[in-house]
């Protein structure tokens, strides 16, 4: 749980624990590449700061920091951050890419 500013208890409701990293990330679609920085990834999504976040289609191909590469859908966009889901499993060890 964690604490709101009112002191009320806020659910986290999310299913996997996400490990937070500072890390390169690619997007890429219909042949553009973009650069971002993924900023938590889980094994079923990830979260990716990218300047032209609103140029960003339903599906893309991901491009992870170890250089996996995985489909995935976006979930959400809020100014320059969107969500991820995975649309396949998420390579064996990439949810460690942020630790070591």
């Not at 964690?2 to 679609?29: H, L, T």
């Not at 995985?70 to 949810?95: M, N, S, T, V």
Request: aromatic content about 4%; some cysteine.
């Amino acid at each position: 749980m964690k604490s709101s500013r009112g002191g009320e208890k806020v659910v986290d409701a999310r299913r996997e624990s996400r490990n937070r990293m500072i890390r390169r990330a690619r997007i890429a679609f219909g042949g553009i590449c973009l650069e971002g920085v993924m900023l938590d990834l889980s094994a079923s999504g990830a979260r990716v700061h990218l300047r032209h976040a609103e140029a960003v289609p339903e599906c893309v191909q991901l491009h992870l920091p170890d250089g996996a590469s995985i489909p995935a859908r976006r979930r959400w966009r809020k100014d320059d951050q969107i969500g991820f889901a995975f649309l396949a499993p998420l390579p064996h060890g990439a949810e460690s890419i942020g630790h070591g």
